[in-house]
């Protein structure tokens, strides 16, 4: 491998390997989901094609600014200050990213948060998965697991809260039941506008995601 190849994956955002404890490697939650079909998402891909923007660029750099929001916030809860995510970013995405962590900060001040866990990855002995979940704790008076998203709020991100809930339960991150499932999309600009949708059961999103992950069991025999 090159001294240019090296450097081009040393600069890639890394996937977490999630493994059980004998060292089986397993799939991760957003891999599993991404077995769903994803209409909304197609047609927003073609609607800026047809615009004339080139669709990997764009994507790739509403993803740093996503991910830089991310950062921002998971910063801020843990008590290193926000502004360390922003150490090395171009001005565009440090504006947009700022954008997304002052809605982030109006939210905040209408709610106690104390965090349990944020962004701790964890695997299912049981069903055999991974995944890493944003945000596990207490908001107000009950125990709550958040994602926090930039460009809408889709059905597929409470299947996700519903596997994340899992593990958190069968790894013994919380000792009472989780009330509320809750996803909060910040927006990058005033074009977008903050949402926000809160769920008491995901039972049904649950179930879809077990079937997701018999897909894939399935999958892995045919390509034996």
Known sequence: MTTAEKSLKS????HTVYTLANGDRVIGVTTAIGLLEKPALKFWANKIGLQ????????????????TAHAMIL??????????????????????????????????????????ALERPLVSERYRYGGTSDFIGRVD??????????GGIWPEHFIQLSACSQLAQENGLVS?????????????????????KVKTSVSVEWQIFEHCLAIYELKKKLEK
């Open 52 to 67: 004339g923007i080139k669709i990997s660029e764009y994507v790739d750099s509403l993803a740093e600014v996503g991910t």
């Open 176 to 196: 009472e039941p989780i009330r509320r499932f809750r996803v909060l999309s910040i927006p990058r600009a005033e074009t977008e506008s903050f949402d926000e």
């Open 75 to 116: 910063a801020d809860l843990s008590g290193k200050g926000a502004e360390t995510a922003l150490e090395g970013k171009d001005a565009d995405t440090k504006t947009l990213a700022e954008n997304c962590y002052l809605s982030f900060c109006e939210w905040r001040k209408g709610h106690k948060v104390e965090p349990i």
């Open 11 to 14: 600069k890639a955002k890394q």
């Open 141 to 150: 008076d009950a125990i709550e697991i958040i994602e926090f998203k930039t």
